[in-house]
């Protein structure tokens, strides 16, 4: 099993959208609709941010958003803020009951 | 509201056994799935594995034969233990407690413990 693919960085100022690409195969993300992202800030643990794709849990701003379309999955952070500056990662359950994340997306707000 | 805490060596020699508790406190330890999830430094997340409270396990394919996890109810604990370490397994370990119904999903995180394998 390889990591899901990601960019390794993305970049935006205040107030501007970014999507962050997370790519898989026929045997994890185009499989289910079990894709998860999670938010990780330096020396922190990560942080769950969507779940199922697109569900949002309790708590997380409306800002951010999930799709996903055959292998791919993407999140969405609108209305860019100095806060959101972190490292994304996405994971996916698989075809062997097992979970793989993302290599990582670093997103610097300018 | 559920809190986690990894406990365990901080330095492990390499071609030894890392051991790692995880320890769940402010609710029942029953009705989920508990994970190990990794992080070499600098680098990206890696899952490990999961436990069901019942005691069934699964394992990433790439670690299965040197990883063992089990769950302690009475002490409201869960245990890793990687056989046979390397430099290429110093990381921070994470537990991580999954929403209930589910085994992929990490709701509940401990806040990491690092790992460093050399003699």
């Known amino acids: 099993q390889s990591a899901l693919t990601q960019p390794a960085s993305v970049s935006g100022s205040p107030g501007q959208s970014i999507t962050i690409s997370c790519t898989g195969t026929?045997?994890?993300?185009?499989?289910?609709?079990?894709v998860s992202w999670y938010q990780q800030h330096p020396g922190k643990a990560p942080k769950l941010m969507i779940y199922?794709?697109?569900n949002r849990p309790s708590g997380v701003s409306h800002r951010f958003s999930g799709s996903k379309s055959g292998n791919t999955a993407s999140l969405t952070i609108s209305g860019l803020q100095a806060e959101d500056e972190a490292d994304y990662y996405c994971s996916s359950y698989t075809s062997i009951s097992t979970v793989l994340f993302g290599g990582g997306t670093k997103l610097t707000v300018l | 509201q559920v809190q986690l805490q990894e406990s365990g060596p901080g330095l492990v020699k390499p071609s030894e056994t890392l051991s790692l508790t995880c320890t769940v406190s402010?609710?029942?330890?029953?009705?989920?799935?508990y994970s190990w999830i990794r992080q070499p430094p600098g680098k990206g997340l890696e899952w490990i594995g999961y436990i069901y409270y019942s005691g069934s396990a699964n394992y990433i394919p790439s670690l299965k034969s040197r990883v063992t996890i089990s769950l302690d109810t009475s002490k409201n604990q869960f245990s890793l233990k990687l056989s046979s370490v390397t430099a290429a397994d110093t990381a921070v370990y994470y537990c991580?407690?999954?929403?209930?119904?589910?085994?992929?999903?990490?709701?509940?995180w401990g806040q990491g413990t690092l790992v460093t394998v050399s003699s």
């Open positions: 026929s045997s994890d993300v185009g499989a289910y609709n079990y």
């Open positions: 991580a407690r999954a929403q209930i119904g589910y085994n992929y999903l990490f709701s509940s």
């Open positions: 199922d794709v697109s």
């Open positions: 402010g609710g029942s330890i029953g009705s989920y799935y």
